[in-house]
């Protein structure tokens, strides 16, 4: 009898051979998808924080108060959508949340306010930081299987290079046209762009639009085969978090979100209180930047040839370093050399974040358990600039933080290098 695997490499009757594994196409979407979530981040709304204040009349404790409940209430919108995209799949729901985050961008244009600001920020907080990032992360995972950690890794180059696009060209709108015209350009780009292309090539898996080969050899063949084949295979959510796999590797990326979080919303004035000026700070902003990039790259290759455990132990050592060094910088090399090795980190760690979950808990649940990681990173980041604040106000430098997280960050590392991977069914 004819076997499984050689029944799915054939294409369905009257199909024609493409010239594209469908499943970079995904990618590239998913790419875009997460690009989309820039005004629900920290980083897009810290391009409208100044204007946006001087035009609501609104304080700064006032608005980092907002921010804070924000980002907490935004966060649950990650438990949620990973709940659709197992039922409903990947295009209906990415289709769904980009409408939902145009329109709330668009609104936020026109508010006028303080109530209606903290509503509309929520919004963006929980459709773009939270939910659409699940989405994103999602729709690669959903599709490969054999071949996750090269798409991942391409994923998360092509979402660092978008970004490194966007945040100048909305910063330059922003300083051109006020706010509130940016912030309706990005609505709308939302609505008329970004979802018709969602809803015209987001796919679930290959089992959705059937086996499209790309004539490239059997090897390329039975890689689709495989990923056809196990796409209904995986643990559920609640065997996922009765692992240590799912605690280490969550825990691990959310405390590297929290260090993330504190020090860019911080950087400038931690980098003052050593003695530099503005111009180190928008130097580093630029090293870090390029560094994520090669860091991406490098996760890309190492996670094929390491395991992933011993390659997120190896980020944390080397994020430790960087935290333990830091209140003792001195000269503008010093400076280069911590941003190059947060660059790096950060470009790793975002690889073996997108990669691991649908290596170790397949592709069944792989929304719900997605989404239970990605609301741990929101909540942790939340927490992170308010962590650096009070240790500044209680003892009048960042450095005692610096040496309390680091050794949270060491203890993680070891427990990722000796945790026990989670059984394959």
């Keep these: 009898m004819e076997s499984t695997a050689a029944r799915l490499r054939k294409p369905p009757a009257g199909a024609a051979r493409r010239p594209l594994y ?23 709304l810290g391009l409208i924080t100044e204007p946006l204040l001087g035009d609501l009349r609104i304080g ?66 929980g459709f773009g930081q939270s939910a659409l990032s699940v989405v994103s992360i999602t729709l690669v995972g959903q599709w490969f299987k054999r071949r996750l950690s090269k798409a991942m890794g391409w994923y998360t180059v092509a979402m660092t290079v978008g970004f490194m696009a966007a945040f100048p060209a909305v910063g330059a709108a922003v300083q051109g046209a006020g706010w509130r015209a940016a912030w309706a350009g990005i609505g709308v780009a939302l609505l008329v762009g970004v979802a018709p292309l969602s809803w015209l090539l987001a796919r679930r898996g290959p089992e959705s639009v059937g086996l499209l080969m790309d004539g490239r050899g059997e090897a390329d063949e039975a890689d689709e085969a495989e990923e056809a084949a196990t796409a209904a295979g995986g643990y559920t959510l609640r ?88 209140p003792s910088v001195r000269t503008g090399a010093h400076v280069a050399a911590w941003a190059v090795a947060m660059g790096l980190v950060g470009g790793v760690v975002m690889v073996v974040f997108f990669t691991f979950w649908g290596l170790a808990f397949g592709r069944a649940h792989l929304g719900k358990i997605q989404g239970a990681a990605q609301t741990l990173t929101v909540l942790a980041s939340a927490v992170g600039p308010l962590l650096l604040a009070s240790c500044v106000e209680l003892t009048g430098s960042y450095a005692a933080m610096f040496y309390v997280l680091s050794a949270v960050v060491a203890a993680l590392g070891l427990w990722a290098w000796f945790a026990p991977a989670p059984a394959q069914e």
């Design 60 to 125: 700064r404790v006032e608005f980092a108060q907002i921010n804070l409940w924000a980002t907490l209430l935004g966060a649950l919108f990650g438990l949620g959508v990973g709940r659709l995209l197992d039922r409903w799949g990947s295009r209906a729901v990415l289709t769904a949340v980009v409408v939902a985050l145009g329109l709330t961008v668009l609104l936020m244009s026109g508010a006028r306010g303080v109530v209606w600001l903290c509503v509309l920020v929520t919004l963006t907080r």
């Design 22 to 44: 469908y499943g970079w196409v995904n990618v590239g979407v998913a790419a875009l998808a997460m690009v989309a979530t820039l005004p629900g981040r920290t980083q897009g």
């Design 239 to 326: 065997r996922a978090l009765s692992t240590q796999a799912f605690w280490v590797f969550a825990l691990a990326s959310s405390v590297y979100g929290l260090i993330a979080s504190g020090i860019g919303l911080f950087n400038q004035s931690i980098l003052a209180e050593r003695g530099f000026g503005a111009e180190v700070y928008h130097y580093t902003l630029a090293v870090t930047a390029m560094t994520a990039l090669g860091g991406n790259f490098l996760g890309g290759w190492l996670a094929g040839r390491w395991s992933l455990g011993r390659l997120m132990a190896a980020s944390m050592l080397l994020l430790t370093g960087a935290l333990v060094v830091l």
